[in-house]
Nanobody
Framework: QVQLVESGGGLVQAGGSLRLSCAASGRTSGTYIMAWFRQGPGKEREFVAA????GRTDSVKDRFTISRNTARNTVYLQMNSLKAEDTAVYYCGVQVTGRWPATRLEDYDYWGQGTQVTVSS
């Protein structure tokens, strides 16, 4: 089993930046995919970005960049030029088999509890 803990959320003004972190523990496989999803008010949880074990990335928005520190088993989401529409709970997910691409909720095996991001205008 894998445990994921998100951090770095908070309140930021529109146009500002924020960096989210997701620390993973309990993974035994060398191949994996880690991703960020978000769920805004009244919306379904949606894909934001993903990174594979080999370093391949996929991101819905040019303003958002996903990266990793493999030694620390941690992934990051750098969010720039934030807008009010980016307000959501951001969740970290992991797929332990490393089957790329993976942009759907059902592609992921484990989830963190989420971190709140609020963008004020």
């Amino acid at each position: 089993q894998v445990q994921l803990v998100e951090s770095g959320g908070g309140l930021v003004q529109a146009g500002g930046s924020l960096r989210l972190s997701c620390a993973a523990s309990g993974r035994t496989s060398g191949t994996y995919i880690m991703a960020w999803f978000r769920q805004g008010p009244g919306k379904e949880r949606e894909f934001v970005a993903a990174i594979s074990w080999s370093g391949r990335t996929d991101s819905v928005k040019d303003r958002f960049t996903i990266s990793r520190n493999t030694a620390r088993n941690t992934v990051y989401l750098q969010m720039n030029s934030l807008k009010a529409e980016d307000t959501a709970v951001y969740y970290c997910g992991v797929q332990v088999t490393g089957r790329w691409p993976a942009t759907r909720l059902e592609d992921y095996d484990y989830w963190g509890q989420g971190t709140q991001v609020t963008v004020s205008s």
